[in-house]
């Protein structure tokens, strides 16, 4: 038999039952519909994330009391840990030639006003003069504030968009005053636009001299230190001997864990992709049941099939028909089937991917590879399904079959 006839007999099949056809490719439907539609969002996120860890820099570490917790166990293990001064900070910077920038950050949330208008829970941050090119924050207008004015504490700032465009919008803010906490700051220049990271706006922030941020809040509390390496082949040379001080400033034996957690772009992008990798694993592990249940639904159907068409068998050979001509239908009809329901399963998962590409921040993307893998995925289960009811149908004797009614 010529393929035209074969898709002319499976296409006749499929609609003179058609809700069963439906009934029983909604395993398959729903297999590749969730696959499309979970690798697609998966692999945006995994873009996404790995643009706004990019934004930390390559070359950029930080050492911080916690560190990345990823257990309960482990963050009470943190909080026995000395906090990093900025004593910690000097001596690094001291010690460590070899560092490019080295500098402390701390940071709380409080209400910010300016122009009869006010903003609740701003991020506000206190570092040195060299933090934004470490974390790659853009200067839209004005300038940064100087290691000299770090070192006097002066009470200057530097905003983040939002704060601009909420508090300042048909005005200038560049040299006029915003008070944090009843604190007055001068504002010396605005940030560029960031964007949003996971929903949440990157643009709510004041940045502000670490001295100034002390001594305006009485924040004795320990910082996060950000040591950034000249390049990254030397990354690791510059993390081991940050390392080495910090070691020996608290007296840490030979052999026993670091006091401190070390966060870097690496360490980033390996959490989250564990992270997305659990929701994957988990959702593949459903799909793949979905598309099991969907081969039974089919192999039955093509069993009943079979049954239903003894006599129309049995002429056939009658006729002339070979086995493999009777096996090649059958086998045929089950891979239609399950590929139609990939088609709309590719259909269902594009138009989930579009949705959330449309409205969250993750660019969801169907590629073409993908599509491929849906339909290819659909049509094995449909070959596996079908693969048996066809012997049966090819192995037919004509005879019996012909007094079947």
Known sequence: MILSDLARIAIRSIRAHKLRS???????????MTIIAVISVVSGLNKYAADVISGLGPNTIIFSRFGIITSRAAFFDALKRKE????????????????????????????????????????????????????????EDGRYFTQTEADAARPV??????????????????????????????VIG??????????????????????????????????????EAPS???????????????????????????????????????LWRSITFSAFALVIWISAISLVVGGVAIANTM???VVERTHEIGVRK???????????QFLFEAVFLSFVGGVLGVALGWLAAQAVGAWSPFPARVTPFLVMTGLSVATLSGLLAGWLPAVRAARLDPIAALREE
């Not at 910690?88 to 030639?97: I, Q």
């Not at 570092?127 to 934004?132: H, K, L, Q, R, V």
């Not at 005053?177 to 700051?185: A, L, Q, R, T």
């Not at 009658?318 to 090649?328: K, N, T």
Request: hydrophobic share 45%; aromatic share 10%.
């Open 84 to 139: 990093i001064t900025d004593d910690d900070v000097e001596a690094v910077r001291r010690l460590v030639p070899q560092a490019n920038r080295v500098t402390g950050r701390v940071f709380s949330s409080h209400p910010v006003y300016a122009e009869g208008r006010r903003l609740s829970d701003i991020f506000v941050l206190g570092s040195g003069p060299e933090m934004p090119w470490m974390i790659g924050l853009e200067l």
């Open 303 to 305: 069993f009943a099939s």
């Open 318 to 328: 009658a006729l002339g028909a070979r086995r493999r001509d009777l096996h090649r």
């Open 157 to 186: 700032a530097v905003i983040g968009w939002d704060i601009k465009d909420e508090l300042f919008p048909y005005v200038d803010p560049v040299g006029r005053m915003i008070n944090v906490e009843g604190k007055p700051f001068r």
């Open 190 to 227: 605005t940030m560029a636009r960031q964007g949003s990271s996971f929903g949440q706006s990157q643009d709510r922030f004041v940045l502000v001299p670490l001295a100034s941020f002390r001594r305006a809040f009485g924040m004795t509390r320990g910082v996060d230190m950000f040591v």
């Open 22 to 32: 439906f009934l029983n490719l909604l395993g398959i439907i729903i297999a590749v």
């Open 232 to 270: 990254e082949a030397s990354r690791k040379d510059v993390e081991d001997a940050v390392r080495v001080v910090l070691r020996a400033r608290r007296g840490t034996p030979f052999g026993a864990p670091d006091p401190f957690g070390i966060i870097d772009a690496d360490a980033l992008n390996t």
